[in-house]
């Protein structure tokens, strides 16, 4: 089992930047892993998600262009750079990794161990 915990989280004006952390432990990640975020009243959406050796990435349409995920596996470290952010990216955050896929995957079902979540805000 892989334990996750996401940082980096908090409150940022439109138009802004934060960079998420997510550090992994339990045993080597080679795993794909992504992020997904929740807001309030809706369901887990996917953001992105890269392969285990970070060849390979997926965004969703909404952030393509301004976010950049990056893992780094001497660290056990996944990243997740935000830019120009907007109202609606407001949620929680959660990193996740998939232990059976090496390749990107984009459903929350196929992901088998989850963070806690970090709280994004982006104020108007």
């Known amino acids: 089992q892989v334990q996750l915990v996401e940082s980096g989280g908090g409150l940022v004006q439109a138009g802004g930047s934060l960079k998420l952390s997510c550090a992994a432990s339990?045993?080597?990640?080679?795993?794909?892993m992504g992020w997904f975020r929740q807001a309030p009243g809706k369901d887990r959406e996917f953001v992105t998600g890269?392969?285990?050796?970070?060849?390979?990435?997926y965004y969703a349409d909404s952030v393509k262009g301004r976010f950049t995920i990056s893992r780094d596996n001497v660290k056990n470290t996944l990243y997740l750079i935000m830019n120009s952010l907007r109202p609606e990216d407001t949620a929680v955050y959660y990193c996740?990794?998939?232990?059976?896929?090496?390749?990107?995957?984009?459903?929350?079902?196929?992901?088998?161990?989850w963070g806690q979540g970090t709280q994004v805000t982006v104020s108007s």
């Open positions: 339990g045993r080597p990640v080679f795993n794909a």
């Open positions: 890269i392969s285990w050796s970070g060849s390979s990435t």
């Open positions: 996740a990794s998939a232990s059976t896929y090496s390749g990107v995957v984009r459903q929350p079902s196929d992901y088998d161990s």
